[in-house]
Structures are given as C-alpha cells and as structure tokens.
C-alpha cells in the first residue's frame, strides 16, 4: 500500500517543488495516511488547505482505501 502511496505523490510532488516545498510518506495506518510537509510546505500557512485540498484529495480519488490524510 505505501508504494501504491508513494506512486500517487511522486505526481503530486512536482507541483510542491515548484513552490519549493516537498512531501514525506511517513505511515499509512488503517486508512489515515500520515504525511510531513518539507522545505517551503513545511511553514506554510497554507499547508492545511495543502493537505486537504489538494494531497488528501488527490490521494482518496487514486486509491480507495485512503480515508484521510494528517500532518506530522
């Protein structure tokens, strides 16, 4: 399942970097993926939005057993 995880955010990850930002697989523990936030992302007062909108969505449409996705 994390490499399934992984695939999906490598095609998240470009857009992040372009904002000078970056995402970590941390765990993925009974649905709930559990993501840290790198470089620009990481202080970013728009990284909940980040998470939500766009990773934690992205994520819930690629892969069905993906319920939510939480910051670390």
């Known amino acids: 399942m994390k490499e ?8 998240i990850r470009p857009s992040l970097q372009a904002d000078g930002g970056d995402v970590e697989l941390v ?3 009974d ?3 559990k993501v840290r936030l ?3 992302c990481s202080g ?5 939005m980040t ?5 934690e ?12 996705v939480e910051q670390v």
């Open 57 to 68: 969505n992205y994520l819930k449409q690629s892969i069905p057993e993906v319920k939510s």
């Open 44 to 48: 970013c007062p728009m990284s909940t």
């Open 38 to 40: 790198k470089g620009a």
């Open 4 to 11: 399934k995880i992984n695939e999906a955010l490598n095609k």
């Open 27 to 29: 765990d993925f523990i």
């Open 51 to 55: 998470i939500k909108n766009g990773i």
């Open 31 to 33: 649905g709930i993926v």
